[in-house]
């Protein structure tokens, strides 16, 4: 049996393909960066693949707001394709500018397992009103929807970083009660010792709500998130090797694995 | 016919507004005593519609679509004939 | 002759000097009297005046930022002197010495470039935007960036890290001190560093190196230092530019922004410079240069190209010129086929437009269609312009008609300047008077680390990504403290643990005292910060920020400076490789603060025996290696107290045996932890190694090995050159000692488990004892606050 395909999406502006590609390609994936534009002039197609990684950048500039213009440009070309691709219960996994994308296009939340068609929710300017580059604490949420999370202790806090000015996660109120109550929260920042962040600088980096990090769609199979997993794969990318000793892989390595792990088993 | 439209989109009050607050302090080192900035985005948009009312309703539409996000932004659209 | 469009021919022949003057001041061209006459009489001789375009051209050429006039020129000093070309003479000279063979590239593209491992190479380069920064802090700080990241990409490397050295004013100066047309130093800090981080996060191109350094001297004179690393195959470095290759413009439309920026960088800041230069400062988009970016590396990887070049300075009349001239080739360039932001331009608005975000690629003519498809397929705009042609001459059509027709061996022969150099006895500074010993060195010492040249920089450094690429090994910030690193590590090929290794050195409190021992302490900074992580083979660039060169005291000083980088790059035997200067930096405050900025680029072959600074384990050993000597001139710890006097730090022939012991060391292992001392001396550099790491240490200040008797405070806070602290492992201390044999060594004290900083002084009583979280929120919190 041939490997699965991971198909990378980038357009002008996306800039963290090349470094996912490398973790995904370790993780024995078949990995391919496709511009859009292959896409569209049918070079490629989406249902040859089994994972739609949407990496971070400043796609388009990030004009108008952050990942409004390839969230809706993309729902303008592929919208079927990426509807078939998420009821065939295939992996979608934004990153950063991808899951600001998501949120953008209305694939997230995804209530219901259905695209909206306007956004449910935003990624708000920092509170900070700064680009925050940090290591951050993460904690994963067993409990959620999410079919792509890692087998671990509730316990663990993974340290992963974030690069973005535009992470600020806020919904309705009424969206936030549908977010509850399908389980769609699967990261919420912390505090090192694993407590909740509870909205306090610079442990909640940007204010979001809930310290909501990432979250899910209602069928599990489409995850965003605004930390960095393929910044934290390998160990010498972690922040303190230097003091607590090299191990091979670093803790971003557990998230990608389990989404490799999921599209294996498709 | 061919329409101007003026498109301003700003976040809803009460909205913490960090890009606001940036410009705020930025003012105050120029030297100047500023209280309160709110930063809003303004597109102008040249549309070709059969009525006015028709163009407001595509700018409305263009509004939900794209320029602003129902979260956390309000829009005005403003129509005029060119 | 009756065109359809505007162009005019300028009467040289038939003037004077006055009006030659006055033709350059109202053509905005800034060249010079004699300059004026020689380009009458090159007309002379072709038997006709020249075209608004011509004259254009050949400003931007010699202007001090395309040509370096005074670097190649001639400078008489007062004392009878004579220096041929003070470049050659001293800077490129060192690389001709030492004539390393992992040099690929020096001083003759757009980037240095040095070999890197299995058959990539890496290219950097390092720019000032010093001018258009000081008019609109954001926009000239973020085309900085763009520009210096077109450099790399003009040399077929893809970049992967941006460095950026910033220098200002006080950040609490006071308002009303501040002369008409001169911004805040607190405007253009916030200004600057958020067009840096706005440019390299949108490009995705991490930001991992550089300083900040605050100074009276920079009030007038805001210093901005962009730089870029990118690697490249060695076998993808195309340059064959043939005649008959075409000309392809690619990337953002030309437009009238940034008109007359190289001649406006070559003058003086006054106070209309505010309003007047406004046009010359461009406007930066990032995603733009990320899709040439993709564009670039494609053609690269597909051969297609035969050479490329950036637009920087002087728009298309630099680049087109510099390139023929280059591959000993002319060109001929149709402008009405470039296309533009504003249809109306005129064409020498076209050919000397400073737009941002456009390269300049040359193709065998059976290639364009290929590029012009990959550019497509990146959403890019692009325009074949011209061809390469045999004669030795740039001739620029619109239209068809012909608009400017030089011989390119005129255009690149200026007229040498002849610049005049006052001789001062450079001394170095004063000796010292005496003041008696403060009574509390803890409070001293807080002080220092809350001073802005020495706290902690994280509030700047977490706006600009420094991960992004996931390459970055050892980072800016230190683990979980944040603490403070030497150099930053980059890790830029997945199948290859090698690392390059980014550092740098500048000493701007020094510069007043002594241009000299400025010079070659801060060669000596940047490379010790190179091999406290474990780099070595460092190549260096230069890049020099100075007053107006026609005053005979700022040559003076600059001269002293450059005759130093030679020295100090001899005692290394490090050559330098790529450099820039930004001269002319005066306003009515007065020249800049005369500054030097090294860039020092190493490699290590395996980044994971890469040391970082903070303490690793309690009970190991610190060691200080190298002499600690009265030289306080210029130091932060006289700067807090108001002492004027003092000895700026020397470099001596014996500070070139230190770096390959230290690396040796951290080879074999029995480095755990290693720094080098600089502002505030050796005080700050064992707080720093401990509030990184959280634990404590106890030293004994009569234990430091000394050049001369002195005070305890003096020998805390000395800022000598060539010293490092080591913490060495527990169990190889006799391994460590036998490495450093026949070099002044000496253990000081213990790393310890309780958190607090101890020095006991000769006598052994207490000097300093400080808990270590408190230095570390001291250090971290100071520059936060706004």
């Given at each position: ?7 990378i ?5 996306t800039n ?18 496709i511009h859009m534009?292959h896409l ?8 040859d693949?089994?994972l ?5 950048g ?6 108008v ?5 390839w969230g809706?440009k993309?729902?303008?070309?592929f919208?079927?394709?990426?509807e078939e ?5 295939k992996?979608?996994v ?12 209305g694939?997230l939340?995804g209530?219901d ?9 935003t ?5 900070s009103?700064k680009?925050?580059?940090?290591w ?13 999370l ?8 993974l ?11 806020i ?10 109550r ?5 990261f919420t920042y ?10 306090e600088?610079?442990?909640n980096?940007?204010g ?7 979250i ?7 995850m ?8 934290a ?19 971003g390595?557990l998230?990608?694995?389990?989404i ?7 | 016919?061919?329409f ?5 989109v ?15 302090e ?5 030297g ?21 009312d028709?163009a ?11 320029l602003?996000?129902p ?9 005029q004939p060119l | ?7 005019y ?6 003037s004077?000097d006055?009006?030659?003057?006055k033709?350059s001041i ?5 060249l010079?009297?004699e300059?004026?006459r020689?380009?009458k ?6 038997g006709?005046n020249?075209?608004?375009v011509?004259?254009?051209t ?6 001090e ?8 020129g001639i400078v008489k000093t007062?004392?009878g002197?004579i220096?041929?070309?003070m470049?050659r003479?001293?800077i ?17 593209d757009?980037a240095g ?5 299995d ?8 720019e ?8 609109e ?15 790399v ?7 992967i890290?941006?460095?950026d ?13 501040l ?9 253009l800090?916030?200004g ?8 390299g ?12 350094c605050?100074?009276e001297g920079?009030?007038g004179?805001v210093?901005?230092y962009c730089g ?7 076998d ?5 530019v043939?005649?008959?290759?075409s ?5 953002g439309?030309?437009g009238r ?12 800041l006054?106070k209309?410079s ?16 990320e899709?040439?970016r993709?564009a ?5 990887d597909?051969g ?5 070049t950036?637009?920087?300075?002087g ?6 010129g510099?390139t023929?001239n ?10 009405s ?8 331009m ?13 390269m ?14 990959i550019?497509?397929?990146e959403?890019?705009?692009?325009a074949e ?5 045999e ?6 059509l619109?239209?068809g008609?012909?608009?400017a027709?030089?011989s390119?061996?005129?255009?690149f ?10 001789v ?24 220092l ?27 800016p910030?230190?683990g ?12 830029p090929?997945?199948?290859s ?10 000493k701007p ?10 010079a070659?302490?801060a060669?000596d ?7 406290c992580v ?9 890049n020099?920020t100075?007053?107006?060169p026609e005053?005979?005291?700022?040559m003076?000083s ?17 050559p330098?490789i ?12 007065g020249?800049v603060?005369?500054?030097l900025l090294?860039?020092a680029?190493?490699?290590?072959p395996d980044?994971r025996k890469a ?10 050993p610190?060691y ?5 000597r009265?030289e306080?001139?210029g ?6 107290l ?6 700026v ?5 014996s500070a ?7 690396i040796?060391?951290i080879?074999s292992?029995?480095?755990m932890?290693?720094h080098?001392?600089?502002?505030g ?9 401990c509030?990184?790491?959280g634990f404590?240490a ?13 005070r305890?405070d ?8 060539s010293r490092?602290?080591?913490?060495v ?5 006799e391994?460590?000692c036998?490495?450093?044999e026949g ?5 000081i004290?213990y ?5 607090t ?13 400080v808990?270590?979280?408190?230095l570390w929120?001291?250090w971290?919190n ?5």
């Amino acid at each position: 049996m041939g490997r699965k395909k991971a198909c990378i999406l980038r357009v002008g502006g996306t800039n963290c393909d090349l470094e996912t590609k490398v973790a995904l390609d370790d993780l024995g994936l078949e990995t391919e960066i496709i511009h859009m534009n292959h896409l569209l002039r049918g070079h490629r197609r989406l249902n040859d693949y089994s994972l739609l990684v949407i990496p971070g950048g400043f796609s388009y500039g990030d004009y108008v707001r952050a990942g409004a213009i390839w969230g809706k440009k993309m729902l303008s070309k592929f919208k079927k394709e990426i509807e078939e691709f998420i009821e065939e219960d295939k992996a979608v996994v934004g990153i950063c500018n991808g899951f600001q994308v998501l949120v953008e296009s209305g694939v997230l939340p995804g209530i219901d397992g259905s695209i909206s068609e306007y956004p449910r929710a935003t990624l708000a300017t920092n509170s900070s009103a700064k680009y925050e580059c940090r290591w951050i604490h993460l904690k994963y949420h067993q409990a959620s929807s999410c079919r792509l999370l890692p087998d671990l202790d509730e316990d663990t806090v993974l340290r992963i970083p974030i690069g973005h000015g535009e992470g600020n996660f806020i919904v309705g109120e009424e969206v936030l009660e549908e977010i509850k109550r399908e389980g769609l929260v699967v990261f919420t920042y912390c505090k090192p010792d694993g407590s909740p962040a509870n909205g306090e600088y610079p442990y909640n980096p940007n204010g979001s709500m809930l310290d909501i990090a990432g979250i899910c769609n209602s069928r599990g199979n489409v995850m965003g998130m605004m930390p960095h997993p393929e910044r934290a794969y390998f160990g010498w990318q972690m922040p303190d090797w230097t003091s607590r000793g090299l191990q091979p892989y670093g803790d971003g390595s557990l998230v990608l694995k389990a989404i490799a792990s999921y599209v294996e088993r498709l | 016919m061919r329409f101007r439209a003026r498109v301003e989109v700003k976040l809803r009050p009460g909205f913490f507004d960090p890009e606001g607050e940036t410009v705020k302090e930025a003012l105050n080192d120029l030297g100047y005593r500023v209280e309160n900035v709110r930063v809003s985005k303004v597109y102008t948009v040249d549309i070709d519609a059969t009525t006015i009312d028709e163009a407001r309703l595509l700018l409305d539409e263009m509004c939900r679509r794209l320029l602003a996000n129902p979260t956390k932004d309000l829009y005005e659209v403003e129509v005029q004939p060119l | 002759m009756d065109l359809p469009f505007e162009i005019y021919e300028v009467d040289l022949i038939g003037s004077n000097d006055d009006v030659l003057m006055k033709i350059s001041i109202e053509m905005g061209i800034g060249l010079n009297a004699e300059e004026m006459r020689y380009i009458k009489e090159y007309f002379k001789g072709e038997g006709r005046n020249p075209t608004d375009v011509e004259l254009q051209t050949i400003g931007q050429t010699w202007s001090e930022h395309c040509y370096h006039k005074t670097f190649k020129g001639i400078v008489k000093t007062t004392d009878g002197r004579i220096v041929d070309n003070m470049f050659r003479s001293y800077i490129a000279s060192v690389v001709k010495e030492l004539n390393p063979d992992w040099c690929v590239s020096v001083f003759e593209d757009n980037a240095g470039i040095v070999d890197f491992v299995d058959g990539y190479a890496i290219a950097v380069k390092v720019e000032t935007h010093n001018h258009p920064s000081a008019i609109e802090p954001f926009g000239g700080a973020a085309t900085g960036i763009g520009g210096v990241i077109r450099d790399v990409l003009g040399v077929w490397a893809d970049p992967i890290a941006n460095i950026d050295v910033l220098c200002f004013g006080p950040l609490d100066y006071d308002y009303s001190k501040l002369p008409p047309g001169v911004k805040h130093p607190r405007y253009l800090f916030k200004g600057i560093v958020a067009g840096i981080g706005y440019y390299g996060n949108n490009m995705g191109i991490p930001t991992v190196s550089g300083a900040i350094c605050f100074d009276e001297g920079y009030v007038g004179n805001v210093v901005v230092y962009c730089g870029c690393v990118g690697i490249l195959p060695r076998d993808r470095y195309l340059r064959k530019v043939r005649p008959g290759d075409s000309v392809i413009l690619v990337g953002g439309r030309t437009g009238r922004d940034g008109i007359h920026g190289v001649t406006f960088a070559s003058t003086e800041l006054t106070k209309e410079s505010e309003e007047a230069s406004r046009p010359a400062v461009q406007i930066p988009n990032p995603i733009e240069e990320e899709k040439l970016r993709r564009a670039i590396i494609r053609i690269r990887d597909e051969g297609l190209a035969s050479g490329i070049t950036d637009l920087g300075g002087g728009g298309l009349s630099s680049a087109t010129g510099e390139t023929a001239n280059k591959y000993n080739c002319g060109a001929v360039i149709e402008l009405s086929k470039v296309k533009l932001k504003d249809p109306n331009m005129r064409p020498w608005e076209i050919w000397v437009s400073e737009s941002q975000e456009r390269m300049l690629i040359a193709s065998p003519p059976q290639n364009v269609a290929r590029i012009m498809d990959i550019l497509d397929e990146e959403d890019l705009e692009a325009a074949e312009i011209g061809r390469f042609t045999e004669p030795r001459r740039l001739k620029v059509l619109y239209l068809g008609y012909t608009v400017a027709d030089l011989s390119l061996d005129f255009l690149f022969s200026p007229p040498r300047a002849v610049r005049t150099a006052e001789v001062k006895e450079d001394e170095g500074g004063e000796a010292d008077f005496d003041f008696a010993m403060p009574n509390d060195l803890s409070s001293v010492l807080l002080r220092l680390l809350s001073s802005p040249n020495i706290a902690s920089k994280e509030s700047i450094i977490r706006t600009y990504d420094h991960e992004v690429k996931g390459m970055t090994a050892i980072k800016p910030l230190q683990g979980l403290r944040s603490g403070p690193n030497d150099a930053a590590v980059m890790k830029p090929l997945p199948s290859s643990w090698a690392g390059v290794v980014l550092s740098c050195g500048i000493k701007p409190s020094y510069g007043k005292l002594s241009p000299y021992w400025m010079a070659a302490s801060a060669i000596d900074e940047a490379v010790r910060n190179n091999v406290c992580v474990g780099g070595r083979r460092w190549a260096l660039l230069d890049n020099f920020t100075w007053g107006n060169p026609e005053k005979p005291d700022r040559m003076g000083s600059l001269l002293k400076a450059v005759e130093a980088c030679y020295y100090a790059a001899k005692i290394f035997q490090v050559p330098f490789i790529s450099g820039k200067d930004s001269l002319y930096n005066e306003s009515p405050l007065g020249p800049v603060t005369p500054t030097l900025l090294i860039t020092a680029v190493g490699i290590i072959p395996d980044v994971r025996k890469a040391v970082t600074a903070d303490f690793k384990v309690p009970g190991d050993p610190i060691y200080v290696i190298g002499l600690t000597r009265r030289e306080l001139g210029g130091s932060e710890y006289y700067r807090i107290l108001n002492v004027k006097s003092g000895l700026v730090p020397r470099l001596r022939p014996s500070a070139g045996e230190l770096p390959s012991r230290i690396i040796r060391a951290i080879d074999s292992g029995v480095i755990m932890a290693c720094h080098d001392p600089s502002e505030g001396g050796l005080a700050v550099a064992l707080a720093e190694m401990c509030l990184a790491s959280g634990f404590g240490a106890e030293v004994h200040t009569s234990n430091v090995p000394l050049g001369e008797p002195m005070r305890e405070d003096l020998v805390l806070f000395s800022e000598s050159n060539s010293r490092f602290i080591v913490e060495v492992k527990a169990n190889a201390e006799e391994e460590f000692c036998t490495l450093m044999e026949g070099i002044p060594h000496a253990k000081i004290g213990y790393v310890t488990k309780s958190p607090t900083f101890l020095v006991y002084g000769f006598d052994g009583k207490s000097l300093v004892d400080v808990n270590v979280d408190v230095l570390w929120k001291t250090w971290r919190n100071a520059l936060t606050s706004r």
